[in-house]
């Protein structure tokens, strides 16, 4: 090594992050390895590599006593004092031997350990700035198709897309474009991990938060969000300057925002209804599309009994119940909807049982008047 590797190590430093000064600690500790591998030498060795020259030196250590028992570990005191005659007993002796060919190990071995260091240095880089993204949407490209999971292209590295995660309608192809939603980044032993999804409720907030400004500077919050990915979701809004309607600010334009999102999800039905504190009208509003006459809230099963027109039963509960599921969801309320027709059948079974005459009571008679004359 040299004057020329020293130069290397400073612009790899600079270009990587890497402190020089670790990535010259670690080369000195792999040369240690290397000769005591390749020269069988006792572990009482140290390696230096001259910070101005890039000169390598290899020295035995070895403790000042009156008669040594083993010469790789220790040195007389008379021989010690050839060397330095202010040497003691228990003093360290360091004795340079570095071989006449040892530079072609050492540069070898440096090799090896800065290109595992900088492999190390890219991964911790990487994990640190994904980490910091955690819940963030990101725009990514679709690299390579395996039967359980998709690898997309973030720039600076692959993210995976599990089966689970990927949307049935996204139908992924090779070089495809695509938003994702960052679910979790891991530490492994070969490098971070980055898992994205395209089904979380939380990349249905992220896609909003990109398009409404008012969501964006905090003007419109979001509360709620339920969703089925890739079929039908709801996003429960507020706003907090009561000039501003929060449903007309997520709809945008000739409903223009709220289309971007859903072309983003290939066609995922959003409903977009107002958030409120008092229960029954958050519930009401939540069975959006359908109009609710009336709802009774009981707090201590946390039930929200509904009242529908006839006509708009089947709208409240929707196909296969989802929208019921996605009201319940987005409330956290169990919902009960009943039509007016169920309601006042029900309400006239009440007043019966309610108008009921009690039974008469009968006396009950002891068996001695059959023995009566």
Same mark, same amino acid.
């Given at each position: ?7 290397? &190590? ?8 890497? *402190? @020089? !000064? ?55 005191? *008379?021989?010690?004092?050839? =060397?330095?005659?202010?040497? /003691? ?20 071995? $440096? ?13 911790? +880089? ?9 819940? %963030? +949407? +990101? ?30 309608? *996204? ?21 971070? /991990? ?27 919050? =979001? ?12 996003? $429960? ?46 519930? $009401?509003?939540? &069975? ?10 009981? %707090? *201590? ?20 119940? /989802? ?14 909807? @009943? ?9 006239? &079974?009440? /007043? ?8 008469? !009571? ?12």
């Amino acid at each position: 090594m040299n004057v020329d590797f020293l130069e290397a &190590l400073d612009q790899l430093a600079r270009e990587k992050g890497i *402190d @020089k !000064e670790v990535l010259l600690e670690a080369i000195e500790a792999a040369l240690i390895a290397s000769y005591r591998r390749n020269f069988h030498s006792a572990a009482n060795v140290r390696v230096e590599v001259k910070r101005d020259t890039g000169e390598v030196h290899v020295y035995a250590r070895k403790t000042v006593v009156e008669e040594p028992k083993d010469t790789r570990l220790e040195i007389s005191l *008379d021989a010690a004092r050839d =060397i330095n005659p202010s040497y /003691q007993i228990g003093d360290v002796v360091e004795i340079e031997v570095t071989p006449r060919d040892f530079g072609r190990i050492a540069a070898q071995a $440096a090799k090896q350990v800065v290109m595992q260091r900088v492999k190390e240095a890219e991964r911790s +880089v990487i994990y640190s700035k994904f980490a910091d993204r955690e819940e %963030e +949407v +990101v725009s990514g490209i679709v690299s390579r198709l395996e039967p359980r999971v998709a690898y997309i292209d973030l720039g600076d590295t692959e993210a995976i897309l599990p089966q689970s995660e990927q949307m049935a309608s *996204d139908k992924l192809q090779v070089g495809k474009r695509l938003k994702v939603f960052i679910a979790r980044v891991e530490r492994t032993s070969k490098g971070p /991990q980055i898992v994205v999804s395209r089904t979380h409720p939380g990349l249905l907030r992220r896609l909003f938060e990109l398009e409404v400004p008012e969501i964006y500077e905090g003007i419109v919050e =979001i509360k709620a969000v339920a969703r089925e990915a890739g079929s039908r979701s709801k996003i $429960a809004v507020h706003s907090r300057n009561p000039e501003v309607d929060p449903i007309g600010a997520c709809v945008g334009a000739r409903g223009s925002r709220v289309q971007a999102i859903v072309n983003e999800l290939n066609g995922e039905k959003v409903d977009i209804v107002e958030w409120s504190e008092d229960p029954a009208t958050f519930v $009401a509003n939540a &069975l959006s599309p359908a109009k609710v006459i009336d709802v009774h809230i009981y %707090e *201590d099963e946390r039930v929200a009994r509904t009242v529908v027109p006839d006509y708009q039963l089947s709208l409240a509960i929707g196909k296969e119940g /989802q929208n019921a599921r996605l009201a319940a969801r987005l409330t956290g309320w169990k919902i009960d909807i @009943k039509s007016e027709s169920q309601m006042a059948s029900h309400s006239l &079974l009440d /007043q019966l049982e309610d108008t009921n005459e009690e039974e008469p !009571e009968f006396a009950t008679l002891s068996d001695d008047w059959l023995n009566e004359p």
